[in-house]
């Protein structure tokens, strides 16, 4: 029986993932990596953050999005599962709106992170 909960997530772009976690200072490993879970057991994924106690966070791609796979019973990051996802989901969805606006010509002209936790962006075309 396996221990691994796998967790739905709108997360489709492996490199803003990325980008996120980097952001939160999490390090990670991408590639054809395994996250390793209870009593040996491994899923294969294409994101893992190694956690110390050998049970792995991974990020799985289903054909739609990824999903989180772990073992939550040995979750060993510094938030909450919902609360880490939240705060991935932030981070993602600030490089996936910078990385689909710079190539329509859009600039980046203040980024506010505001006390409650929300999120300003103003971005800015010229056009001719």
């Known amino acids: 029986m396996s221990h691994f909960t796998q967790i739905k997530t709108r997360i489709r ?6 980008k996120a976690l980097v952001d939160l200072q999490i390090a990670a490993e991408r590639g054809n990596v395994s996250v ?10 294409q994101l893992v953050i190694r956690q110390d106690n050998g049970h792995d966070v991974g990020f799985v791609w289903n054909g739609q999005e ?4 772990t073992d939550v ?5 510094p938030w ?3 609360r880490f996802l939240g705060k991935v989901s932030q981070r993602y969805a600030l490089h996936t ?3 689909e606006s710079v190539p329509q010509g859009f600039n980046l002209v203040t980024q506010e992170n505001r006390e409650d936790g929300t999120m300003r962006l103003v971005l800015q075309r010229w056009s001719a």
């Not at 772009?13 to 990325?18: I, K």
């Not at 390793?36 to 994924?45: I, L, S, V």
Request: proline share 3%; charged share 25%; glycine share 6%.
């Open 13 to 18: 772009n492996l490199d803003s993932l990325e």
């Open 36 to 45: 390793r879970g209870y009593r040996g057991e491994t899923r294969p994924a």
């Open 66 to 69: 990824y999903e989180i796979v």
């Open 73 to 77: 019973q040995f979750w060993q990051q």
């Open 80 to 82: 909450t599962v919902e």
């Open 97 to 99: 709106v910078l990385a």
